[in-house]
């Protein structure tokens, strides 16, 4: 079994890109960084030259997921597992690898039709990272841009496409308590971080993620970036807490595109020599966040019926 290795990259579709760029640039820290064309500009956080690529012509949602591995042979086991396991694989060409400035990938879709890459040949940009704001930058590295927590239509055929056709490993089971009952969410991660993807099974969404977590460098980072939000009117839709299992110290804010980032610090590693997968059960925080609930109902509505014409 052969496993993708981080969280390397997201495409993301924004109807707002001066919004985008103002809040990347103010509130994250990330430098903006000009595309090709004009429907393109990307978002650095590291050594990367990038680790979000804002499509400026795109709906308000996740676009694409990528996934890192290190090398040709583990890409081509990779896609070999993924064809074994019935996903139609494509093979991308010279120009699609160019688009994402990697030097090979495939594309395939997740189970609830994420579109999915997995590459090797990590954009490289030598010059040191600067945050653009006074902070101290991100915790990335091996560990990936950060984690997400996205919508599934089946909770079992994600664990059985994330585990056991991409490698990843079941970090915990959470419980949480929503307003339509119960609903478990399976964390599992792919490196020490404690995951990298969440899920929860529902009915389709309007949108394909929930969340996207950065995790910064200090304590001081999420302070002062508490503090801009309350400067700059933007929502926070959970206040500052700390989770109960990746121990996350962290609070959540609504993005231009109406879906959400965690902002955070001190999360947990996961030691897979050690780790055994834990339970939950009517999970809360281990203080604060005090609408973690929000999350769960989050998840659990109902999608937005379109009017017909
Ligand atoms: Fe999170």
Same mark, same amino acid.
């Given at each position: ?9 997201? %495409?993301?579709?924004?109807?707002? !890109? ?19 064309? /004009?429907?393109? +500009?990307? *978002?650095r956080m590291d050594e990367y030259h990038h680790r979000i690529e804002v499509n ?10 990528g996934w890192e591995v290190p090398d040709a042979a583990t890409l081509q086991a990779?896609?070999?597992? *993924? ?16 688009? %994402? ?9 997740? !189970?609830?039709g994420i579109p999915t890459e997995v590459y090797y040949g990590r954009p490289v940009? !030598? /010059? ?5 704001? $006074?902070?101290?930058?991100? /915790? ?27 490698? +990843? ?13 119960? %609903?478990? @969410? ?7 971080? #404690? #995951? $990298? ?5 529902? !009915? ?8 996207? @977590?950065?995790?910064?460098?200090? *304590? ?22 700390? #989770? ?16 959400? +980032? ?6 947990? *590693? ?40």
């Amino acid at each position: 079994m052969q496993s993708v290795s981080q969280l390397g990259y997201v %495409r993301i579709g924004a109807s707002e !890109p001066e919004a985008w760029k103002k809040q990347a640039r103010d509130f994250l820290g990330f430098e903006v960084v000009p595309g090709d064309d /004009k429907s393109t +500009f990307y *978002l650095r956080m590291d050594e990367y030259h990038h680790r979000i690529e804002v499509n400026t012509k795109g709906n308000d949602d996740l676009e694409v997921v990528g996934w890192e591995v290190p090398d040709a042979a583990t890409l081509q086991a990779i896609g070999q597992q *993924l064809e074994d396991g019935g996903v139609r694989v494509a093979h991308g060409n010279r120009e699609d690898a160019d688009a %994402r400035r990697v030097v090979e990938l495939i594309r395939f879709d997740d !189970p609830s039709g994420i579109p999915t890459e997995v590459y090797y040949g990590r954009p490289v940009n !030598p /010059k040191r990272f600067h945050p653009t704001r $006074s902070m101290s930058g991100f /915790k990335t590295g091996d560990m990936g841009m950060g984690h997400m927590v996205v919508y599934q239509r089946n909770l079992q055929e994600a664990v059985h496409f994330y585990r056991d056709l991409l490698g +990843f490993r079941i970090t915990d089971y959470t419980e949480l308590v929503t307003p339509g009952g119960t %609903r478990t @969410m399976v964390f599992m991660h792919c490196n020490q971080r #404690h #995951h $990298s993807i969440a899920f929860m099974e529902t !009915p389709p969404m309007p949108k394909k993620i929930n969340h996207l @977590m950065f995790e910064c460098n200090s *304590l001081d980072d999420v302070g002062t970036g508490r503090e801009i939000c309350l400067a700059n009117d933007i929502p926070v839709s959970i206040e500052l807490g700390r #989770h109960h299992n990746d121990r996350m110290f962290s609070f959540y804010m609504v993005n231009p595109s109406s879906w959400w +980032f965690e902002y955070g610090w001190d999360g947990r *590693l996961v030691d897979d020599a050690t780790w055994t997968i834990e339970h939950y059960e009517a999970a809360k925080s281990i203080w604060g966040h005090p609408q973690l609930g929000n999350i769960a109902a989050t998840m659990a509505r109902p999608p937005v019926k379109q009017a017909a014409s």
